[in-house]
């Protein structure tokens, strides 16, 4: 070979070297970030009262993403609650170590919540915190298919097609404000088949919200009671629910009264209405005579879209001395809400 030849050859492959060996020197960074973070984590937990152990980390994915796989994974709070799944995987792309997902997929066991031992299984979930350069957690995503929990050796209370969340602290605010954004499609739980002509499953629930003030750590009760005293109010920027026939699309202000009763107005626009109160009376839950006049108001203010489809109405919706109004006509009472004392605000 010539030597004209040679030197470009020698160029390029010294240049794939350096390019393999910086990879693989920002892919061992990648990996340590991720490991030091994690463990950081589990010190932090433990150091608070709780409990985590987990079998000996293992580290793979060369030469793609970094994979930190824990197996025997357990987290408990001694006396009270625990959570035990085979393993949970923390992933990051090498050039992104601050971003990172902890893979959620698979069968978890939890006891001591709401059922002596529940079983909750999803065949994708995955958790996405996002840290900025400080270190500090600027964002949660959490995206689950076909999820489904239930007590242990029975059948699945809940279950759900697809859902996601994510909660995210907006920057450059006078005030602390919190988004949510929150979206379900084909959930079924106990109960959502009592409402008669009602679907037995909610087929679409999409939310965004913000939290407006801040929520200090404590018992619930307590911490609600002090963002409720410091202003504290949700903003729903959108909301939408189809549960067929029913359909609701709307906006407004929630926030919590003197007995920490939700309380709140939006406007909102109806579609299934007719079909709906029917549901609802027929249940009991609407007493005829309210229905009766429901129906009539409703027929008036009802319109039909160009175009044609079904009838829609827009509308004041209120709640407040724990009753629901639909523009000024009582529709249902609302159930006392009971803030459990053992939870708490972290």
Same mark, same amino acid.
């Given at each position: 070979?010539?030597?004209?030849?040679?030197?470009?050859?020698?160029?390029?492959?010294?240049?794939?070297?350096?390019?393999?060996?910086?990879?693989?020197?920002?892919?061992?960074?990648?990996?340590?970030?991720?490991?030091?973070?994690?463990?950081?984590?589990?010190?932090?937990?433990?150091?608070?009262?709780?409990?985590?152990?987990?079998?000996?980390?293992?580290?793979?994915?060369?030469?793609?993403?970094?994979?930190?796989?824990?197996?025997?994974?357990?987290?408990?709070?001694?006396?009270?609650?625990?959570?035990?799944?085979?393993?949970?995987?923390?992933?990051?792309?090498?050039?992104?170590?601050?971003?990172?997902?902890?893979? =959620?997929?698979? !069968?978890?066991?939890?006891? @001591?919540?709401? +059922? *002596?031992?529940?079983?909750? $299984? #999803?065949?994708? %979930?995955?958790?996405?915190?996002?840290?900025?350069?400080?270190?500090?957690?600027?964002?949660?995503?959490?995206?689950?298919?076909?999820?489904?929990?239930?007590?242990?050796?029975?059948?699945?209370?809940?279950?759900?097609?697809?859902?996601?969340?994510?909660?995210?602290?907006?920057?450059?605010?006078?005030?602390?404000?919190?988004?949510?954004?929150?979206?379900?499609?084909?959930?079924?739980?106990?109960?959502?088949?009592?409402?008669?002509?009602?679907?037995?499953?909610?087929?679409? =629930?999409?939310? !965004?919200?913000?939290?407006? @003030?801040?929520? +200090? *750590?404590?018992?619930?009760? $307590? #911490?609600?009671? %002090?963002?409720?005293?410091?202003?504290?109010?949700?903003?729903?920027?959108?909301?939408?629910?189809?549960?067929?026939?029913?359909?609701?699309?709307?906006?407004?202000?929630?926030?919590?009264?003197?007995?920490?009763?939700?309380?709140?107005?939006?406007?909102?626009?109806?579609?299934?209405?007719?079909?709906?109160?029917?549901?609802?009376?027929?249940?009991?839950?609407?007493?005829?005579?309210?229905?009766?006049?429901?129906?009539?108001?409703?027929?008036?203010?009802?319109?039909?879209?160009?175009?044609?489809?079904?009838?829609?109405?827009?509308?004041?919706?209120?709640?407040?001395?724990?009753?629901?109004?639909?523009?000024?006509?009582?529709?249902?009472?609302?159930?006392?809400?009971?803030?459990?004392?053992?939870?708490?605000?972290?």
């Amino acid at each position: 070979m010539s030597t004209s030849w040679r030197r470009p050859i020698i160029f390029i492959s010294a240049l794939l070297a350096s390019g393999c060996i910086a990879y693989g020197a920002l892919w061992l960074i990648t990996a340590s970030t991720l490991q030091s973070q994690a463990q950081r984590w589990i010190n932090d937990q433990n150091r608070s009262g709780l409990s985590v152990t987990h079998g000996g980390p293992r580290l793979g994915g060369f030469p793609g993403r970094v994979i930190v796989t824990y197996p025997a994974w357990s987290m408990s709070e001694p006396g009270r609650w625990s959570w035990t799944t085979q393993a949970i995987e923390l992933w990051a792309q090498p050039w992104q170590p601050t971003r990172f997902t902890v893979d =959620l997929s698979g !069968t978890h066991e939890v006891s @001591g919540v709401w +059922t *002596p031992v529940g079983v909750a $299984s #999803a065949e994708r %979930a995955e958790l996405r915190p996002s840290l900025g350069l400080d270190g500090r957690l600027g964002e949660v995503a959490l995206s689950v298919e076909k999820f489904s929990l239930g007590p242990k050796d029975m059948q699945p209370l809940i279950q759900l097609s697809a859902a996601a969340l994510s909660v995210a602290r907006l920057p450059d605010q006078s005030a602390p404000v919190s988004r949510f954004s929150l979206s379900v499609d084909e959930f079924s739980a106990p109960g959502l088949s009592d409402f008669g002509a009602l679907a037995p499953a909610l087929k679409t =629930l999409r939310l !965004t919200a913000d939290l407006m @003030g801040e929520l +200090t *750590p404590g018992p619930l009760p $307590s #911490a609600l009671a %002090a963002w409720r005293e410091g202003g504290g109010t949700v903003e729903v920027r959108e909301a939408y629910l189809e549960w067929p026939p029913l359909s609701i699309a709307g906006a407004g202000t929630l926030a919590l009264d003197e007995q920490l009763q939700p309380i709140g107005a939006m406007t909102a626009k109806f579609t299934g209405f007719f079909e709906t109160i029917d549901a609802l009376t027929a249940k009991g839950l609407v007493r005829t005579s309210d229905a009766g006049m429901a129906r009539i108001v409703l027929g008036i203010l009802a319109r039909t879209p160009q175009g044609g489809g079904p009838a829609e109405i827009n509308l004041a919706v209120t709640a407040q001395n724990r009753k629901l109004y639909t523009g000024p006509l009582p529709l249902m009472a609302l159930p006392d809400v009971m803030w459990p004392d053992d939870l708490s605000v972290p």
